[in-house]
């Protein structure tokens, strides 16, 4: 056998692997997905204990992986790490709060907006520039999450707060270095929407029970 012929079996069982895997993360990740939302509706299961459990199992794969030497660990400071930890827990948490409160469709629509908003944080905070076309594909990315959201059958006011902090914190996540000042302008502005949403919902609570009051 050539090198060539070798080197060409070589490349195609690579990017075979790399396919496999890329598969197999995509089903995975769907079928996480449809189990977690079928044990909310059916179970009520608890969210927090539903993330740690997340956490619990992310852990272990990771610890698999180092023993089997396809990565090694580095050590860094905390310091270095607290608020992308952080923000890292908050893409978790939301996420699952988000599935739990909306339907399937306005779960995966909402995790698309997490493309704009990344546009919108470089743009606005590290000044890097998009073509034209880029910022033209977000118009009918946010029109369609937009859209589906308000007409979903299950529309409500906490599930898009949960979904739209879901978008946040990973966007931040995403995004990874963030300075002591901003991770408290995040905490901040985190704090600003619960509040609202809390306020908001009891409000509408208040509103319901005065009209069954009525004579």
């Known amino acids: 056998m050539s090198s060539a012929m070798a080197t060409?079996?070589?490349?195609?069982f690579g990017n075979s692997r790399i396919i496999a895997g890329l598969l197999v993360n995509l089903l995975s990740s769907i079928c996480i997905v449809f189990i977690n939302k079928w044990i909310y509706v059916h179970y009520g299961f608890p969210n927090m204990t539903m993330t740690l459990i997340h956490f619990v199992v992310t852990w272990l794969g990771l610890f698999m992986c180092q023993?089997?030497?396809?990565?090694s660990?580095?050590?860094l400071r905390p310091s270095k790490i607290i608020l992308l930890a952080l923000s890292?827990?908050?893409?978790?948490v939301f996420t699952n709060l988000s599935l739990q409160s909306n339907?399937?469709?306005?779960?995966q629509l909402a995790k698309v907006m997490t493309t704009p908003v990344i546009i919108v944080i470089q743009t606005l905070h590290y000044?890097?520039?998009f073509s034209t076309k880029i910022k033209l594909t977000l118009v009918p990315i946010t029109l369609g999450v937009i859209l589906n959201s308000y007409y979903d059958v299950k529309f409500n006011l906490l599930g898009m707060s949960f979904a739209t902090l879901g978008v946040f914190v990973t966007s931040l996540y995403q995004v990874d270095p963030l300075s002591l000042n901003q991770g408290l302008g995040i905490l901040c502005t985190l704090s600003g929407i619960l509040a609202y949403t809390h306020f908001k919902l009891a409000e509408q609570e208040e509103g319901k029970s005065r009209l069954t009051q009525r004579p």
């Open 88 to 92: 890292f827990c908050g893409f978790v």
């Open 67 to 71: 023993k089997m030497d396809i990565f």
């Open 103 to 107: 339907t399937i469709g306005t779960y």
């Open 73 to 75: 660990p580095k050590s």
């Open 8 to 12: 060409r079996l070589s490349d195609l």
């Open 127 to 129: 000044r890097k520039t």
